[in-house]
């Protein structure tokens, strides 16, 4: 497909605006002048069009297609959700408004605070974090406050970690200044309950877990997990990436967990990915209460709603304002909708999970053989053992059967890790349809592995050298190198910016 700027002709326009003979020239001011006007593309305007239209049908979507990239957690966002984030009294609202005109979007927030409680079993929530690696970072400020407060700030400088974390958790637990401590996985997918006793003394600050793990796991050993942590003093963070898991089900703070972070995005649904909104709110246990984010949307004795600044203790602000207040709107909607069946939308992606892991395998390794939660972790190492074919080689060919790929080559723990997560928005055809292609990737690694090697096959794009594009990524278009304006064409080069 070229470029809109190779589909540029000189003098072409999308519209014609009416010449304005006798009405005075706008005067702009001199240094606020080009000397030469910008370089646009010239196209008429069904061209314009097509050229987008066209590009955006390229683009693959939870709304164009399955998408089972695991931990990721890619649901459907249901269009009531639009609908509702769109009224009026939602989208023309600012900010800055005073309380009494938002009382509406104040309860609704208070509203979603409570639920959030109820749902992880704490007992207060702020809904400011933009995301859930943000949330993290605060959780790990809320663990600084705590023992800065009790004296214990400069003795407790480790945050254990397993194995099989996100990425995002030792990065936040860095930023936060605090040192990680890695501990490993037991044969059946748990933490390593032996390395862990090694590892946590009364120098560790905090554990950070995502439960069920990235492996689709539930760590059986949870209570004594959290035991070990809450004996040496120091505090449980949830990473709940994966509460989808386990609405209605199970409840973080009941496993003992002080600190929990929620993606919105995630468990109750929002547009995400690709630098989508998304929301990261995080709930605490009493205790940790007072060091919550300025301002705390509060309801008043009198049944009003309002803004609390005057919390001394807090860690201050972590965002603007409240929070993406659009994305609490859907995911308010979200819940409502569920209301007290909440329970069946875990329940149903547990099950579909499962499904697809019994299908599949029998023909892919699976490293760890229990019972999944809401997603599962495979291995392709038996098809790279036996006809090179990779999880890349896997997740390219699948491309080419119309579904996205799955997570690969995460959680580190696994080889040729094929990690698939269905989510409870799909229907059986569509889990059946894309375990078919799986079973029929897996005869034609045997029977013609170059046929994996070099796909996908059928789609806008080949394979790319996905280590250069990382490596030297080309972000913009090279300017200086366009269709001039008198028309000329020259050709045309996208540049690597300097010193990538
Ligand atoms: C297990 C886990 N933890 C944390 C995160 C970070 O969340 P976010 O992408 O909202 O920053 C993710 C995101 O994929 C995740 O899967």
Redesign the pocket.
Known sequence: MRLIYEKSQSGRRASAIPRHDGLPAAEVPEELRRSEPPRLPEVHELELVRHFTELSQRNFGIDTGFYPLG??TMKYNPRVNERIVALPGFAHLHPLQEEEGIQGALELEWRLQEILAEVTGLHSVSLQPA????G?LTGLMLVRAYFEERGESEQRRKVVIPDTA?G??PASVTMAGYEVTHVKTDPRGNIDIDDLREKVDEHTAALML?NPS?LGLFDENIAEISEIFHGAGALMYY?G??LNAVCGISRPGDMGFDIVHI?L?KTFSQPHGGGGP?G?PIAVREVLDPYLPVPAVIRRDDGTFGLDFDRPKSIGKVRGYTGPFGVFVRSYAYIRMYGPRLREMSETAVLNANYMLARLKDVYDLPYDRLCMHEFVLSARGLKRDYGATALDVAKRLMDYDFHPPTVYFPLVVPEALMIEPTETEAKETLDAFCDAMLEIAREAASDPELLKKAPHHRPVGRLDEVRAAKQPIVKYGFDVHPDLSGERRPVTAEAPKGA
């Open positions: 931990s990721c995301a859930g690696s943000q993290e996100h995002t958790n995502t990235t990473d990436a994966n993606n995005h998304g990261g």
